[in-house]
């Protein structure tokens, strides 16, 4: 491991294709976006972890300016935008007093300004600078468009859905009875002690293992002159 990503590791730990929009409301140099390690193209400064493709990612494409977005809110570390295929039902941020079952909610996503692939290639203070701008930012989409309610939803991998791998976080506004989600509409059942007992003590040792690891390789570092 390289002396930065070593460094980085232990700063970690000790920090708590739709329609493009109308003109003049793109992003770019001119609206506002700002630049980061990302317009750097492919180097492993400008991926985060080392993986992935800044180059090509749309997400990184915005942020540089090369791409247009709906951007609502901007800081050092994150950017807000509107999905460009939004999911639920409901009614847009344009025109939140006309409720129509077929006009999409405008929701949102929260993006690193940094490129990483997914939450767990994310560092955690980048994870934690994501995260504390939910209640601000969610509390301004629900009186936007008009609701009460919001799911946060993140995609990590393929198989939950992840289309575009580039951290981001889904903030998804909520009426009662859009039926967003098939899921809602399922019975649960009780849990059962000696079904999961085994995936319990599973889990907590991939926990101490990683913990373990986290601390050895910190201790490592500080001991090397």
Same mark, same amino acid.
């Given at each position: 491991?390289?002396?930065?990503?070593r460094?980085?590791?232990?700063?970690s730990?000790?920090?708590?294709?739709?329609? $493009?929009?109308p003109? /003049?409301?793109q992003?770019?140099a001119a &609206? @506002?976006?700002?630049t980061?390690? =990302? $317009?750097?193209?492919? /180097?492993?400064?400008?991926?985060?972890? &080392? @993986?992935?493709?800044?180059a090509s =990612?749309?997400f990184c494409?915005?942020?540089?300016g090369?791409?247009?977005a709906?951007?609502?809110?901007?800081?050092d570390?994150?950017?807000?935008i509107?999905?460009?295929?939004?999911?639920?039902?409901g009614?847009?941020?344009?025109?939140?007093?006309?409720?129509?079952?077929?006009?999409p909610?405008r929701?949102?996503?929260i993006?690193?300004?940094?490129?990483f692939?997914?939450?767990?290639?994310?560092p955690p203070?980048?994870?934690?600078?994501?995260?504390?701008?939910?209640?601000?930012l969610?509390?301004a989409?629900m009186k936007?468009?008009?609701?009460?309610?919001?799911?946060?939803v993140?995609?990590n991998g393929?198989a939950?859905?992840?289309v575009i791998?580039?951290?981001?976080?889904?903030?998804?506004p909520?009426?009662?009875?859009?039926?967003?989600?098939?899921?809602?509409s399922?019975?649960r059942?009780?849990?059962e002690p000696?079904?999961t007992?085994?995936?319990?003590?599973c889990?907590?040792?991939?926990?101490?293992?990683t913990?373990?690891?986290?601390?050895?390789?910190?201790?490592s570092?500080l001991?090397?002159?």
């Open positions: 491991m390289s002396p930065p990503r460094l980085a590791v232990l700063c730990h000790l920090r708590a294709d739709g329609s $493009a929009p003109a /003049g409301e992003s770019g &609206g @506002g976006v700002s980061s390690a =990302c $317009a750097s193209g492919g /180097g492993a400064a400008a991926r985060g972890d &080392g @993986g992935g493709d800044s =990612c749309v494409r915005i942020i540089r090369e791409a247009p709906y951007k609502v809110y901007e800081d570390v994150c950017l807000c509107l999905d460009s295929h939004p999911l639920a039902p009614c847009t941020l344009a025109f939140a007093s006309c409720y129509s079952p077929l006009t909610y929701h949102s996503l993006i690193p300004k940094c490129h692939p997914s939450l767990e290639a994310t203070h980048v994870v934690a600078a994501m995260c504390s701008k939910v209640p601000f969610s509390n989409i936007a468009t008009e609701c009460d309610s919001f799911n946060l993140v995609n393929a939950a859905g992840q791998f580039h951290t981001h976080f889904h903030i998804i909520r009426r009662s009875g859009d039926k967003l989600w098939p899921t809602e399922f019975r059942r009780s849990i000696n079904e007992s085994g995936l319990v003590s889990i907590k040792e991939q926990l101490c293992s913990l373990e690891g986290s601390k050895t390789e910190a201790s570092l001991k090397e002159p």
